[in-house]
């Protein structure tokens, strides 16, 4: 029965936790118990924070519930690491750029700069079309719902959070510019004046999770701008290096290994792109680029699939 044995909890389609039967008054204690367990170095330090035995706390991890929720939370202790370096990719490029164009620095670590920073600016290139096709076809699938076709409120730029009055809006957005540089959830939480169990429940939500990966991919978009803008001074370092006499022997090795792959993957890109307007898909492309002769010869003899 309810009222008898050990209790029976789960979450709600809130991501409430809901617990009846014997201890039917501890719910509130779950999440600060997965706080907990994330901070402290172990199951006891976590219990004796949360006010609870030991054993208790081994008993809730047991739970496959718990241990599903727990195991999400250590998943986004990971993802809140890597959104602390989307935060500060601007400064990466920043230190990418003061040794590029150092004229005192070592011409092996100019190279290797102006290296990486076309390989990002390409790279962001690339993601920057992704993200396209994914707004269009986010678009489409509206569209196809009955529902509006405009951007979401986070891709327009206005905020996204709302419902709880404008103070707890502020709030919200500061969590997550904290959630963004801070290296826990307890930092963040104790730097805005709320709990950590709260702000937990919070990165739950979804339209919290949703403003919160937006700041992430602004942070980013930021600094993936300037690589890009920085590519032109960037081919011209490595021609400097690559044409000036007193370059290390290995470094103007290395400079022109690397104009040359820049070269060579440029063409590959243009004939993709005269494949793809021949009608061949990507994947056929591909073959013909970078397979045997024996598949390009099969393929070639293939005609395109024109569009209807």
């Avoid at 709302?162 to 707890?168: E, I, P, Q, S």
């Avoid at 490595?238 to 090795?253: C, G, H, K």
């Avoid at 993957?265 to 005269?274: K, L, V, W």
Wanted: proline share 4%.
């Amino acid at each position: 029965m309810a009222g008898q044995g050990r209790a029976e909890w789960w979450r709600d389609e809130c991501g409430r936790w809901q617990m009846v039967g014997y201890g039917a008054k501890l719910p509130h204690k779950i999440d600060a118990a997965i706080a907990a367990l994330l901070a402290q170095p172990s199951v006891a330090e976590a219990a004796r924070v949360v006010g609870v035995t030991p054993q208790t706390l081994s008993r809730w991890m047991k739970v496959p519930e718990f241990d599903t929720a727990y195991r999400a939370a250590q998943r986004a202790v990971l993802g809140r690491a890597i959104a602390r370096l989307q935060q500060a990719s601007g400064a990466a490029v920043t230190s990418l750029l003061k040794v590029m164009f150092d004229a005192n620095a070592p011409k092996a670590a100019r190279l290797a700069a102006a290296e990486v920073v076309l390989r990002h600016a390409k790279a962001a290139n690339e993601i920057g079309d992704i993200q396209s096709r994914q707004s269009a076809l986010a678009r489409d699938t509206e569209a196809l719902r009955g529902e509006t076709t405009d951007l979401p409120a986070n891709e327009r730029g206005s905020s996204p959070i709302a419902g709880h009055g404008a103070k707890f809006s502020r709030k919200k957005e500061e969590a997550i510019s904290q959630l963004l540089t801070q290296r826990s959830v307890d930092e963040p939480a104790r730097v805005i004046g709320i709990r950590t169990q709260t702000l937990y429940r919070w990165t739950r939500d979804p339209q919290f999770e949703a403003a919160y990966q937006a700041a992430k991919r602004a942070a980013f978009g930021q600094a993936s701008a300037r690589l890009q803008e920085a590519s032109g001074a960037a081919v011209s370092t490595i021609l400097q290096i690559l044409r000036d006499p007193f370059t290390p022997a290995s470094t103007r090795v290395r400079a022109a290994d690397l104009a040359l792959s820049h070269v060579k993957a440029a063409i590959e890109e243009d004939i993709a792109a005269r494949l793809s307007e021949l009608g061949y898909a990507t994947e056929t492309a591909q073959a013909i680029l970078y397979g045997d002769r024996r598949s390009f010869n099969v393929i070639a003899r293939k005609p395109p699939k024109l569009a209807a």
